[in-house]
């Protein structure tokens, strides 16, 4: 095949099928050695989800990674985490439940942000267009991977001990429901979403 001196030289865009195989992704010295989290938080709009992953451990508590998902992407997360935990169940048994926390009142989107520190090179958040999930027997691990031409890399690794995620799969799960409720306009209906409430916090 012939290749001109100048390929962009008309108006006439490229297109090529692309496929990667998600399992080849490159890991890049900065997020290969992962971030652990203790809890999670779910932001949806529009057009994505942001899953912002906790680590409250020590001081001062920040987000150890920002995640961003299309829903397509995240309706997969969900299917793909839900085959791997009945994996883990079947090979270790049900992850332990968590102590239930003290009735507290629930904490706003400003205070926790208030609490957990965002840096500046986090504001934007690492998008992915795929998830490696797998686990051991005391924790789950997340690449997310961003499959771009021409060598898939993981944007962001995050480790999470397996009893948080039973409450990380359910809290997605609803995520999802709200985010269908308030974006996806049914037949009929007027073009307006209703007004965003809060969505759920996980913390460990």
Same mark, same amino acid.
């Given at each position: 095949m012939s290749i001109p001196e100048n390929p962009f030289n008309d108006d006439k865009p490229i297109r090529e099928q692309i496929e990667h195989q998600p399992v080849s992704a490159r890991v890049p010295e900065k997020v290969a050695r992962g971030v652990f989290t203790t809890g999670q938080l779910v932001l949806d709009g529009p057009k994505e989800f942001v899953i912002d992953f906790l680590q409250g451990l020590t001081r001062p508590h920040q987000? *150890?990674?920002?995640?961003? /998902?299309?829903? $397509?992407? =995240? !309706?997969?997360?969900? @299917?793909? !985490? $839900? $085959?791997? !935990?009945?994996? &883990?169940?079947?090979?270790? *048994?049900?992850?332990?439940p968590l102590p239930i926390p003290p009735n507290q009142p629930r904490p706003t989107i400003q205070e926790v942000y208030e609490n957990f520190k965002l840096s500046d090179e986090q504001l934007s958040g690492s998008y992915a267009n795929s998830v490696l999930i797998g686990h051991g027997p005391?924790?789950? +691990? +997340?690449?997310?991977?961003? @499959? +771009? &031409?021409?060598?898939?890399? /993981?944007?962001?690794?995050?480790? =999470?001990?397996? %009893? $948080?995620? %039973?409450? +990380?799969l359910k809290m997605l799960q609803t995520c999802v429901d709200q985010y269908q409720t308030r974006h996806i306009k049914k037949p009929g209906e007027p073009n307006q979403s209703p007004p965003p409430t809060e969505p759920p916090a996980s913390g460990g």
């Open positions: 987000v *150890g990674a920002r995640v961003v /998902v299309t829903p $397509q992407t =995240m !309706l997969e997360f969900i @299917g793909a !985490l $839900q $085959q791997n !935990l009945e994996i &883990y169940s079947r090979n270790f *048994g049900p992850p332990a005391t924790e789950f +691990f +997340f690449d997310f991977i961003t @499959g +771009f &031409y021409p060598t898939p890399a /993981v944007s962001a690794r995050v480790l =999470m001990a397996a %009893p $948080q995620v %039973p409450r +990380f």
